[in-house]
């Protein structure tokens, strides 16, 4: 502010000095013991007095304005920075290369011409084995009935003996003389030796004498009709 006011007393001094006093120029009265003509050649300086007066009030009353908005107006509050995020250096891509004039691109190298080949044939197919015919399922053999047994001589327990028989019946017999027998569940298989020959079931053993059946302990023979039971 003193270098404001400086200048402006300066300004008015020097605009004075230079300026006749008007009807308006108030002149400071003068001293008694100086002379009129110095009286006179004095300038006078109420008008400049005045300018730094206006001037001290226009600044105290700008001084005022602005203290009372400053108090009148709220604290400014804290101010938060966002994080300036740093710039993703990206770096320059190089410059282009300058064009070259007047060259011509070299031709590209012809690719070699491939012969066409004929397409290979495909490989044989394997040959395939042989089908063989199924075979037709053998039958089963049939069955063969099993034999029927010759009744047992242990059913015809109720049959007379040879040896019980009376005289007259045993003399009508021939005579029979036993030499050995086999019997079995196969009836095929079973036998009776009488007087050294070897006899089955159902044949005779001599005209008008026929073997029946042969048993584990007995046979049964049948003579003129009448079935007798031979023990051995």
Known sequence: MSYILDALRRADAER???RVPGLHTQVPPSRTTEP????????????????????????AGIAW??????ASAPPPGPVTQAPSSAPAFQPEPPPAPPPRMGVAPAPAPAAPVQPILAPQPPPP???????????????????????????????DTHLPRVNELGPAARAA????KLSGSTYADNPKLRMLIVDGQVVQ???????????????PRSAVIVHQGQRLRLPY
């Open 16 to 18: 004075e000095r230079g």
């Open 36 to 59: 009129p003509a110095a009286r006179g050649a004095r300038p006078s300086r109420g008008p400049l007095w005045i300018g730094l007066g206006v001037l001290a009030a226009a600044i």
């Open 65 to 70: 304005w602005l203290m009372r908005d400053g």
């Open 125 to 155: 197919a394997p040959s395939a084995a042989p089908v063989r015919p199924p075979t037709p399922p053998v039958p089963p053999p049939p069955a063969t009935p099993a034999p029927t047994p010759a009744p047992t001589v242990s059913g």
């Open 173 to 176: 017999l021939p005579p029979l």
């Open 201 to 215: 079931e159902g044949q005779d053993i001599v005209p008008g004498l026929k073997l029946e059946s042969i048993g």
